[in-house]
């Protein structure tokens, strides 16, 4: 299987930023598309910004231009750098991972992180 260990969370004022890394290990064979997730108390999950094995990335129209997604395929992680942080960014996020799973037969999967708590004071 494959495991996703989120770590950057923490507490920050507003107009702060933190970066937010995720790294896969296990049993990969690729990982195609990766992303981070939201939850805030209340509401549902939604994307925040994804990013392709071939570096083209997509964001939520709330956090463009305030967040950056990029990844370092050689080690299986992505990261988030979030700028300009508002309260409204306080969720717990989630790193995703599309991931061909290795294996005597090869399949795709879906992965996700534990979450990591980011919390913005005003």
């Known amino acids: 299987q494959v495991q996703l260990v989120e770590s950057g969370g923490g507490l920050v004022q507003a107009g702060g930023s933190l970066r937010l890394s995720c790294a896969a290990s296990?049993?990969?064979?690729?990982?195609?598309?990766m992303g981070w997730y939201r939850q805030a108390p209340g509401k549902p999950r939604e994307m925040a910004a994804t990013i392709t094995s071939g570096g083209n990335s997509h964001y939520a129209d709330s956090v463009k231009g305030r967040f950056t997604i990029s990844r370092d395929n050689a080690k299986n992680t992505v990261y988030l750098q979030m700028d300009s942080l508002k309260p409204e960014d306080t969720a717990v996020y989630y790193c995703?991972?599309?991931?061909?799973?290795?294996?005597?037969?090869?399949?795709?999967?879906?992965?996700w992180g534990q979450g990591t708590q980011v919390t913005v004071s005003s």
């Open positions: 296990g049993a990969i064979y690729s990982i195609n598309t």
């Open positions: 995703n991972a599309l991931t061909t799973v290795a294996g005597p037969t090869l399949y795709d999967d879906d992965f």
